[in-house]
């Protein structure tokens, strides 16, 4: 399976909505898709697991959507701390594949 | 509290194998429902899964990549580790493990193991 992101990079400003999606080659059965944050120099967070449930202390402003072949990443309103690359990853069945990333950056 | 660190050499001869040791705690990999995997980076670009090894010593290997992996486990020492065999210098990458949850679907019945914690990574360079 080939995930797709896009865009490739997101020009934001703080507070405003963020959508990043992840398109899949084929269609990703039980929702078994993840979205990761990774800052420069950092390893990846996890941030949303099973297409929509949360990580453990990940803020609520981060919400995840989609089936299928089509899934999204919405960060309802953007913190400062929040401008990095974004990875989704499925986990459905070998291998498990991540997309090429989108870069969220402050415009 | 979960914590993984990866070990290993930094650099490497091409042809050598690469041996990567992933220390571990917070969890046992003897617990149903839990595994560790490896995934790498090389730099500047996207992640690549390699391999996972299950609680019960199932294991699933990258198949562009099968024929070079080895992972295996030790539940008493808590170390989970990844050989490469014949390395070569687009192997130059940061290797990072990660503990693996499961994921049921309490619906279909199905379940599979998602990366949730993961370790700071090490970088490894191929180079003669």
């Known amino acids: 399976i080939v995930l797709t992101q896009s865009p490739g990079t997101l020009s934001l400003s703080p507070g405003e909505r963020a959508t990043l999606s992840c398109r899949a080659s084929q269609s990703i059965d039980n929702r078994f898709l993840s979205w990761f944050q990774q800052k420069p120099g950092q390893a990846p967070r996890l941030l949303i697991y099973?297409?929509?449930n949360r990580a453990t202390g990940v803020p609520d402003r981060f919400s995840g959507s989609g089936s299928g072949t089509d899934f999204t990443l919405t960060i309802s309103s953007l913190e400062p701390d929040d401008f990095a690359m974004f990875y989704c990853q499925h986990y459905d069945k070998p291998p498990y594949t991540f997309g090429q990333g989108t870069k969220l950056e402050i415009k | 509290q979960i914590t993984l660190k990866e070990s290993g050499p930094t650099v490497v001869r091409p042809t050598q194998t690469l041996t990567l040791t992933c220390t571990f705690s917070?969890?046992?990999?003897?617990?149903?429902?839990?595994?560790v995997g490896w995934i790498r980076q090389p730099p500047g670009k996207a992640l690549e899964w390699l391999a996972l090894?299950?609680?019960?010593?199932?294991?699933r290997y990258n198949p562009s990549l099968k024929s070079r992996l080895s992972i295996t486990k030790d539940t008493s020492t808590n170390q989970v580790v990844l050989t490469m065999s014949n390395v070569d210098p687009v192997d130059t990458a940061t290797y990072y493990c990660a503990s693996a949850f499961i994921d049921f679907d309490l619906f279909t019945g199905y379940y599979r193991y998602y990366f949730s914690f993961w370790g700071q990574g090490t970088l490894v360079t191929v180079s003669s």
């Open positions: 090894v299950y609680w019960d010593d199932d294991k």
């Open positions: 917070g969890f046992s990999l003897s617990t149903n429902g839990l595994g």
């Open positions: 099973g297409t929509s």
